[in-house]
């Protein structure tokens, strides 16, 4: 554990009678994928939304560097390296791509990309924002408007604002969510590419994708992780067939 970029420690949230992060501990690795899959209502998004920041713990701690910021905003976890991606989008559908990657998501997360955008020097914005658009694939079209992209340029562009930010860990909440099968394949090339630049937390229904890409895999139901292991451990485990992953 000692080595993880970022960790939760016994996390715990209720929702009146309803607990819906249940003494959640895990860890993300440099250099590896790690899946957070279960069913639905299963308390991913709760537990995300304690590891970014935009909701307090009722109990248990969030580490990242090793560094406890279970008390701190976003915006400080987004200074410190935490770079999550969006379930839902969240880009200025006015601006270009290159406008969208060097303002970053002024404003999301509280302003904590907005922090980081006044951190940095001009010209490292702009050359930092095209590395991110050339390495995600869409240097061809970052003078167009993110509302000319298709849905999955508009994935690889929530990417791309991101690595902008040389994160230390992604947070990604359903990447491939919307993707048909072409979108999604490219998109799991590309993650597949990035875990070697920051490690990467990926709660995703898609379990292709999961699969493919999952160094390992933890699972969430009713708030508790059942399973964690590597993914042939992981889909060996009667709990786990039987809570979820049925005949997979
Ligand atoms: N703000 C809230 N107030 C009350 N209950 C909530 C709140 N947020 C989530 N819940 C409940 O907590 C449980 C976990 O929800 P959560 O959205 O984290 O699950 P999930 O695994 O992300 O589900 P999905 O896969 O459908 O996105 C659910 O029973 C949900 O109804």
Known sequence: MSDAV?????????FGAL??????????????????????????STLIAQICGSLAPDAGQVRLDGIDVTAAKPAQRAR?????TFQVSAL??????LE???LGATGRDGGGYGLLRRALGRGDRHDRALAAIDRVGLGGVADMPAAALSHGQ?????????????????VM?????????????ELTRLLDALRTEAPILLVEHDM???FALADRISVLVAGRVIASGRVDEVRADRQVRRAYLGDL
Do not use: C, Q, W, Y
């Open 6 to 14: 970022l960790s939760t420690h016994g996390l715990r949230k209720s």
């Open 19 to 44: 607990l819906a992060t249940d003494g959640v501990s895990l860890d993300l690795r440099p250099g590896e994928i790690h899946a957070v899959i279960g069913p639905n209502g299963a308390g991913k």
């Open 80 to 84: 410190r390296g935490l770079a999550r």
């Open 92 to 97: 200025a559908m006015e601006d270009t791509v």
């Open 100 to 102: 969208n990657v060097t």
């Open 154 to 170: 508009r994935r690889l562009l929530e990417v791309a604002i991101a690595l902008s930010l040389a994160p230390r860990a992604f």
């Open 173 to 185: 909440d359903e990447p491939m969510a919307g993707l048909g099968g072409e979108g999604s394949a």
């Open 208 to 210: 292709d994708a999961v």
